[in-house]
């Protein structure tokens, strides 16, 4: 069995939790509340800044100069693109490119991107990509399940496309396919490869609950 399918049998818990969260589920019938949709978009532009910092720690740390030209290209692609993406969604909903700027981040977002930047400075190779896997993967999966569930066009369409489209699947299979060489290469890592796939898609669906909770610091 291929490494990457490993880890995803291990999280088939966590891959089912997400895609039977209420946010998830209301998306992909347009049914979802335009405020919890928003903080998602705030929240979340503010985890792609530091999810393009895990990139670029990730190439410094590939062994392979394919590899780290990969990497270091998607942590632009995400700057570039995702993120531009991202300040379209923000200007349909009446978000300022300024106020996404200033969103402070929620406590689930902010352990996060914690959990991740921290693994990138301190982790091994085959550490950081299995940290990195489960944004890609789960945003694929729950995606294509949005994609099932949905009945036609709705205002939240645009975002199940987006990460169904044929450019974020690619992205996902270099992803996945990563994640096996490191697999095969340091058997050693197996370990951490593990503990760092879970508890990133143990914070994907923590992600879906705070947007759909529109999670603050409230005392």
């Known amino acids: 069995m291929a ?7 291990i999280g088939e818990d966590i891959w089912d939790a997400q895609k ?3 946010f998830v589920r209301e998306l992909a019938d347009g049914t979802l509340d335009e405020a919890a949709f928003k903080h998602w978009v705030t929240q979340d532009y503010r985890y792609l800044q530091d999810y393009a910092r895990l990139f670029a720690l990730a190439g410094a740390t590939a062994r392979e100069e394919s590899t780290m030209t990969h990497l270091l290209g ?3 692609q995400v700057l570039d ?11 349909d909903y009446g978000i300022s490119e300024r106020e996404l700027e200033s969103t402070e981040k929620a406590p689930t977002c902010l352990a996060y991107t914690n959990f991740l930047v921290r693994t990138a400075y301190e982790g091994h190779e085959a550490e950081i ?3 990195l896997y489960p944004c890609m993967q ?9 994609a099932d569930l949905a009945d036609g066009e709705h205002r939240y369409t645009p975002f199940i496309e987006m ?3 044929e ?8 992803c996945r396919a990563y994640v096996d060489r490191c697999g095969e290469r340091y058997p050693g890592q197996h370990d951490v490869m593990e503990d760092a796939f879970l508890t990133s898609a143990k914070l994907e669906h923590r992600f879906w609950e705070m947007a759909y909770t529109r999670e603050g610091w409230e005392l």
């Open 129 to 131: 990509v299995a940290a």
């Open 74 to 76: 998607v942590g632009h």
């Open 81 to 91: 693109t995702e993120m531009d993406l991202h300040r379209e969604f923000a200007a």
């Open 167 to 174: 450019d974020f699947r690619e992205a996902t299979g270099w």
């Open 138 to 146: 789960g945003y694929l999966d729950v995606a294509e399940h949005m």
């Open 3 to 9: 490494f990457s399918d490993h880890l995803l049998d």
């Open 163 to 165: 990460y169904t489209g």
């Open 20 to 22: 039977d969260h209420p």
